[in-house]
């Protein structure tokens, strides 16, 4: 840890929250209590096409204790559908479940069940008996009814083309041409989906641990016909977000039996059932077509992606505008394809765009260079650039290959056999990789209010989240260094509705843009204190601030505070903003079983300001950790003949566990950048995600000489070829 005074911004003080967590004291969103609450339970659909016909009652009733059934008969329209985040709303899907008979993928929310306890709610839910008109559904890629069609967002540029990459590719020297697919992923944060919703008259409190509370306010209000201030969201602590916490289908529905029922209402989805409450990682497939010139200096990339998602909603990715972004190369031409099927809309987790796709570009670029027989750090090396090659602006700043140095020797890549296959240690086949890890710099617009005591207490107010991620931490370290104060005299609140507006917690802008913000709001109130110095003081010094991103949206502060999640681009300015990275990984295949461990990783990585080296750590680490689980364990099973999910719990769905994780190394670069934000601060949060899937894969190709493109890597995809 660095030796800095206390409370400085890079301090790697431990988390200030870190007891009331492990004692319980840190209260989540179930662990809040209303008198009086009744409880509810879901039912979903069977079916993942069709409609419901009937709906039998009569056993779900004869439960003692249920209070009411709501379905699409008792709600539909009353509550409205929401409009989806892509879209600049607050939900998953522009679908309300309840809303209609009308079934639109499996586990799709066919009715709410409100109880005296949860015991008889779920039972209750369980004798629902449902009758449908069932149709054949399309459940993924090479389905019946799987048609591609080219992707539109508004977000992400779904093509791009620089010079003419077919041309290029058709004459270079080297190339590479290869496919890859990722497989569906859910998030399953450890905290299930849950809420309680309480009603005092006209006013709504909603505790629900979200990763934005004032699009969940904002997203009930507009469902429900309310006025905004009328309800209230607290989440002061969140048991893990990822994507998968933005405001579920089935709040709004919850709120609304609160009203109908005239008392509290308490809803715990359970694992099963949030496989499908919520979004997930949708399955990709990937054409890469990568070239080099007899210098091993690309000329030519094409990266062409097929993404899965659903009919109700236009959910795409398009990642290759970051793989487009990553090495110098003169002629690129990417284009996503978005194939429908009858599956709940996908959404964003964790690096959403750079998980599937850095496994297709960081492969492929792995490929080319075994073609050219180079070392793959030198062929990196070798297209190393300051100017992305797409808007042909400078990079703020970059520090690719320092990462990939400093990573190297900490792993020993010198160590590493130059060809395949050449590296044992008994029956064990041993295999060097590596990848690179970017990710891009956004920020967001941020209020803060900061308050002085005169007993020199601090408050700092910022509507922003607790992910797991440090957040108390890293903004009490902010206070404590704009003011020149201890860090106990720092208090901060956050997780409500009712402070000053922060940007939904998504997408690495947190640090950032709150950071930035509580700065701006500090520094304004020790203009406060100097000018107040001397004279006795009796009542607190206020300052508020609104931290506005240098090239971002002129007015997405306003949206900010109505719950539109507007961030500033990678590029904006005169300059593209990226953190990179590099993950070095040691992959051990069997050579009987197939089996393959890991044993060790080293990634090293460059952020811009490190607030807190340990958080930032942890962050990294579990970036790394869940990279090796999408290489190796996640996948979501689907059963093609009914589109449902297979493997909905925590037994079925495969994480890594101690025993899978080796020796894991994360080195933080120093990197100063005073472009992206005055603090130079670029976020950590899914950076350390990012790539390390195909460092893993060309790590098992290094061991074994199989290439293996479809993840995640089975055994029996090591035992397919001939040994
Ligand atoms: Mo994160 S996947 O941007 O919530």
Redesign the pocket.
Known sequence: MSPLPPGTIGQGLPRLDGVAKVTGAARYGDDHRVPGAAHAALALSTIARGSIVAIDQAAARAVPGVLEIFTHRNVGKRVKPGRPLLSGGYTNSRVQPLGSPQIHFAGQIVALVVAETAEAAREAADRLVLTYDEKAPTAGFDSPGAEARPAKSMLAKTRLKVGDADEAFAAAPHKVDARYETPAQHHNPMELFQVICAWDSDDLTVWEST?HVIGTQRGIAKQLGLSPKRVRVIAPFVGG???ARNMPPSTPLVAFAARALGRPVRLVVTRQQGFTLMTFRAETRHRVRLAADRQGRFVALRHDSWELTSRTDNFVLAGSENTARLYACPNIRTEVQVVEADRQTPG?????PEVPYFFAMESAVDELAHAIGLDPVELRRRNDTLVDSVSRKPFSSRALMPCFDAAAEAFGWRERAAHPRAMRRGEWLVGFGCAAAAYPAQVAAADCRATLFPDDRVLIEIGTHEIGTGAYTILAQTAADRLALPIDRIEVRLGDSRLPAAP?????VSTASNCNAVALACDRLAGKRAAAAGAPRTGPLVAEATFKPRGAFPFSQFLIRRGIPMFAGAVRDKHAFFSSGAHFVEAHVHVDTGEVRVPRMVGAFAAGTIVNARTARSQLMGGQIWGLSAALHEATELDRRTARYVNRDLAGYHMPVHADIGRIETILLPQRDERVNPLGIKGV??LGNTGVNAAVANAVFHATGIRCRTLPIRVEHLLQAPA
């Open positions: 990763q977000a990822f994507g964003f987790m964790r690096a959403p939904l917690t998504a997408g690495s949060g899914e």
